[in-house]
Structures are given as C-alpha cells and as structure tokens.
C-alpha cells in the first residue's frame, strides 16, 4: 500500500484521543502555535517503520494531537497509537511525546497505557528516532539514540 493511500484512510477509533490532561511544554511562549503534521516512512532492506504524527502547541502551552507508528520487521508487526502530550520545537528538530493508547509489539506486549517518546529532524534531510518506550520516555525528553532516514513522504511545521 503506497503512503498516499495511507493517508486517504480515515483514522480507527483506536486513533482517538483519550481522556487525561496534556501536559505541557516549556519551551513555547503565550503567544506561539506550533503544528507539526505528516506520515514518513522509512523502508530498510527486510524492515519498515511508518511514523504519523498531527500536533498542536496550543498559545496556552498545552500540547494536543495523536500520533501512530508502525513496524513491519523479520520478528513480524509492532504498532501503536497513541495521544501527544508534550511537543517541543527546537532548531529543526521536534520532540514529541506521548501516551499509547493502543498498541503491542511484535512479541505479543501490550502497550497500553505506556509513554513513548521520538525525536523528529524536520528541516533538511529528514530522520526519526527509534521510540524510546516506558519508564525513559520522560515528557518531551526525546527518542532513542537510533534515528532512521525518512525515505517516502515527511513531516510539516508550522
């Protein structure tokens, strides 16, 4: 399925947000609203990852939008979606945390309830993190170390 398709289809229940209070960034001031928008995928030889991310830093600082990820690998297909949180926009790059909603592993692990972070390189050539999921996604601390090139679509600021 090519990413244009993927982008006509209208979002699951699953997609949707759940209730809790956002958390907020620091980083932005009273007076600013962020928008990051886009699907990139990164396709390696035998491994697929389809990061989607819809967000807004609100002029009140609250972070709000859903993101969805997905992960076709030899041990088979992880997936999740889940409720941005937090998102910080510094030089070109993006943090964007969130709270996953719904989603499990290749391995069969429930994701349910747990935080997950990425960082996003949004200006020039693009890149995204591997996530960085549980206890060390700490609220707009970033992805792992790891970073895969964006090679089909990409991501909007605004």
Known sequence: M?????????????????????????????????????AAVSSLPDDQRRLSVE??????????????????SPSGLSQFTARVTCLEFNDGQTEVSATITKGETAAG????????????DTEGVQNFSLPQIGPGAASC??????????????????
């Open 2 to 38: 090519s990413i244009a398709v993927l982008a006509l289809l209208a979002p699951s229940p699953a997609f949707a947000d759940a209730e809790g209070a956002p958390r907020t960034s620091s980083s932005a001031s009273a007076h600013e609203v962020h928008r990051i928008n886009g």
């Open 55 to 72: 967000g807004k830093l609100g002029s009140d600082g609250v972070a709000a939008g859903r993101l969805s990820f997905t992960h076709h």
């Open 109 to 120: 692990v429930v994701l349910d309830g747990k935080m997950v972070a990425f960082t996003l």
């Open 141 to 158: 601390g970033g992805g792992r170390v790891e970073m895969v090139p964006v090679t089909q679509a990409g991501f909007h600021v605004r």
